[in-house]
């Protein structure tokens, strides 16, 4: 892989102060990308970390102006990742593990009828789904020792049980829940971009304890995760797929 850009992101009342807004930049080429809600890799070579803001519109807009910056500066991404922390659907994901996306899923994009939600794909509007590299999703899950499997994006995070038990009838394959992967994911599509996203795993999805929240750990096991992540990327090339 020649460069990568990547999305910091954390749900609005878990964030790690002063995470959240600020950009840290990692690139061994020396180049910068701004305004991004992602990890991205420059076609230069190198990693990009910026942290962006809550919620799946900012986190499309940030990685969308990130992506547009490079192309116009002619030095365009080959990857972007999202990462951060998220709530866990039990027991599949517990508190502190990493999980990776298969399929980065809106959970609660289309509509609510007298026969229950319909999505976007189903009214015929859209899409609700995007699929990281199968290849990627492998070789990062069995780097960190994550389990692969869905994870929904929410506008709204789950705080009941009877939610949590809705989501996973909806989509039995989800191992986690966050505020921006879907967002990310339609951006990168936008530009032709392949997606990854990874999730520490900070609460169970379901009746809201913040008592039982494990923040500090989940950014724990993020940052020892991406160092075993990034030589993975650095030696993955989507061209040769």
Known sequence: MAGAFGALSLESDETAPGVVGRAHPFRPSGTTAHG??????????????????????LAAASTASALTAAVLQGDPYDLVVSAGIGGGFQPEASVG?????????????GAETDDGFVSVTELGFGTVRHHPPEDLVRLVGNAVGARTGAVLTVSTVTGTAARARALRERHPTALAEAMEGFG????????????????????????????????????????????????????WNRHDQ
């Open 36 to 57: 991004g809600s992602g990890t991205t890799a420059h076609g230069g070579g190198g990693i990009d970390v910026i942290a962006a803001g809550v919620g799946p519109a």
């Open 97 to 109: 593990s990493l999980v990776v996306a298969d399929e980065i899923v809106a959970a609660d994009l």
């Open 184 to 235: 990310v994911a339609e951006a990168a599509a936008a530009h032709g971009v392949p997606v990854l996203e990874v999730r520490a795993i900070s609460n169970p999805v379901g009746p809201r304890d913040r008592a039982a929240w494990r923040i500090p750990d989940a950014l724990a096991a993020l940052t020892e995760g991406f160092g075993k992540i990034v030589p993975v990327l650095e030696g």
